[in-house]
């Protein structure tokens, strides 16, 4: 029977399953001194959309090139949502437990601050395995991307408690969460945003910049993709 052939439509979810499963096991591991959480979570993305890509890739191979070769912008990168989650964290428990009248514009900056941090947060690890910039840059391409995309950008952000959540509902599925907590989450985000990247990825190209050769053929490195990432965000929402 065909469905069950080695290159059939059953061994293929099968084999997309291990793949997953395996990909989540590395991200928790190399998630465990908690400061290198940065990089894994872009080399988690980054083997998420080569997955729904369907591209050929060894999921350890490609998760440590990722994992090294974005160590350091991924981790400055994590320490600094660190800190922003710190400082809008310790903000929203002075507003809570101070008897103090806050000013009304405060509380409406500090919640502006927070969506804003939440939409950045959602797409900068995707971002940073794809497109290779300057921190500063690679921050505020995500923001502009994650407001684009708002709807998915949403759904993206619904999936990020996954593996808290379904442990909250049963201990049981604890054995889920080690096994697909992260790993689904991000092939799930990686099928909603994948069509934006790819459309990204071909106004690059289309623009003359032929000559940057790109690593590996894998992630682009342009400075300014900051009007490829509108044009393209737009162009899928009018195609909707």
């Not at 903000?91 to 101070?98: H, R």
């Not at 514009?105 to 497109?131: E, N």
Request: net charge negative.
């Amino acid at each position: 029977m065909k469905f069950l052939d080695v290159d059939g439509p059953l061994m293929h979810f099968l084999g997309k399953v291990a793949d997953l499963m395996w990909l989540n096991i590395l991200t928790m591991i190399c998630c465990i001194p908690i400061v290198t959480a940065g990089a894994s979570f872009t080399a988690l993305h980054y083997m998420a959309l080569k997955i729904v890509r369907n591209e050929e890739c060894y999921i350890t191979k490609g998760f440590f090139k990722s994992f090294l070769e974005n160590f350091r912008q991924s981790t400055v990168i994590w320490l600094l949502m660190i800190g922003v989650a710190l400082v809008l964290g310790g903000d929203f428990y002075i507003i809570l437990k101070s008897d103090l009248e806050i000013n009304r514009v405060i509380r409406i900056v500090i919640m502006a601050a927070a969506i804003m941090a939440l939409f950045t947060a959602t797409m900068v690890f995707p971002m940073q395995a794809k497109f290779a910039n300057p921190i500063l840059r690679t921050l505020k391409n995500a923001f502009v991307l994650g407001i684009l995309q708002f709807p998915k950008t949403f759904l993206m952000m619904v999936l990020l408690p996954f593996p808290i959540v379904i442990c909250y509902l049963s201990w049981r599925m604890v054995p889920i969460a080690f096994m697909f907590g992260l790993s689904l989450p991000a092939y799930l985000s990686a099928l909603m945003y994948n069509k934006s990247f790819m459309k990204m990825e071909e106004r690059f190209w289309a623009a003359g910049q032929e000559e940057q050769e790109p690593d590996d053929g894998e992630r682009i490195f342009s400075d300014e993709p900051d009007e490829s990432i509108q044009a393209a965000a737009l162009a899928e929402a009018e195609n909707k």
